[in-house]
């Protein structure tokens, strides 16, 4: 099989359940830019070449035709069910019925379990998929610890009944875990959160690390082909970076080989999305190459850090809320003025 990599020299993490994902995941999130059978395609290659964990949504829309793929994959004994980690996360409009929305995905990706479940955003805002950034639901509301609870309680409940496999946070605060976690019976086992160079976020990485819950990275190349509506004037991009591009020369890579080690090296778990072969090839490639950053390379990356936020959630804006910033407590208080 060409460009085949055994997924046996991926290296791998441990859950705080005992559980193991590797350290680097596909994603399947197109960014509005690629259709459901460009994604599943990638994601049928992308098994073929030895990725083992891929990280789906339900409000991706992908989830049905890359559940297709999986059933091929078993079919033709190419992977096994239990060689896959697969990720999927409750959209916003579900988190008052978690249990079917959890069958929903599983019924579309054929997969029996959900090795790691995700609450995709900690608040019910919903929003149609492909809006616009100044679109706004007028039944949004700020962060409720009572509202949460009664979300993870359901996913707890799948933990149970074995639809799900571990539980994950996504799109945190420090003050929302502070609030949080004191009141969970199981143990979330992952976060998912935006983490790239120019965006580190060390303080709730390091909150994350001492409480034994796995940051996983998403956007970890710094997304240039995220939403237009993600996209502001005032964005870095990352691999454009002088200081990242003197290493990627350096080792004689793309920058991108170079976000994606960086990350492993610093304890995240990334997950690039890509529909380009070459591409996705390189990225599983990197972690296999034994060609990792030195110590004085590490130090030069956590320079980059540049608080450069790239997903801001305006569409999930409640009324009564300043700007997208009221979504990240970032004075170290959760914000939830307005309507409740």
Not at 295 to 314: F, P
């Amino acid at each position: 099989m060409n460009n085949y990599i055994d997924p046996k020299t991926v290296p791998s993490k441990k859950l705080n359940n005992g559980m193991t994902m590797p350290v680097i995941g596909m994603g399947t999130f197109g960014s509005d830019r690629f259709n459901a059978d460009e994604v599943s395609k990638a994601v049928a290659g992308g098994i073929r070449l030895g990725y083992r964990m891929f990280d789906c949504a339900a409000c991706y829309g992908n989830e049905k035709q890359i559940g297709e793929i999986f059933t091929e994959a078993f079919e033709e004994g190419i992977v096994k069910r239990e060689d896959l980690f697969i990720m999927t996360k409750v959209w916003n409009d579900m988190h008052e019925h978690v249990e079917e929305a959890c069958r929903k995905s599983l019924e579309d990706l054929k997969c029996g379990y959900v090795d790691l479940y995700y609450i995709h955003w900690p608040f019910p805002n919903y929003h149609a998929p492909g809006c616009d950034v100044t679109s706004r639901n007028p039944d949004s509301k700020p962060f409720s610890v009572e509202r949460f609870m009664n979300t993870y309680r359901q996913c707890e409940e799948l933990v149970e009944k074995g639809l799900i496999k571990a539980i994950g946070l996504s799109n945190m605060t420090i003050p929302k875990l502070e609030a949080t976690l004191p009141l969970m019976r199981i143990k979330p086992a992952a976060c998912e959160i935006e983490l790239h160079p120019c965006f580190q976020q060390q303080e709730l990485f390091d909150y994350l690390v001492a409480h034994d819950i796995q940051p996983v990275g998403y956007m970890p190349l710094g997304s240039p082909r995220r939403p237009e509506r993600d996209i502001c004037p005032e964005d870095l991009a990352d691999m454009e970076m002088p200081e990242l591009r003197a290493i990627a020369e350096a080792h004689g890579v793309h920058p991108a080989t170079i976000c994606l080690k960086w990350a492993v090296q610093r304890g995240q778990i990334p997950i690039p999305f890509s529909v380009t072969e070459k591409n996705y090839y390189s990225n599983l490639k990197a972690m296999t190459d034994g060609d990792w950053l030195t110590e004085d390379e590490m130090k030069t990356i956590a320079t980059l850090e540049r608080n450069n936020r790239l997903v801001k959630g305006q569409v999930f804006l409640w009324e009564g809320a300043k700007d997208w910033h009221d979504l990240w407590d970032e004075d170290g208080v959760i914000v939830a003025t307005g309507q409740e």
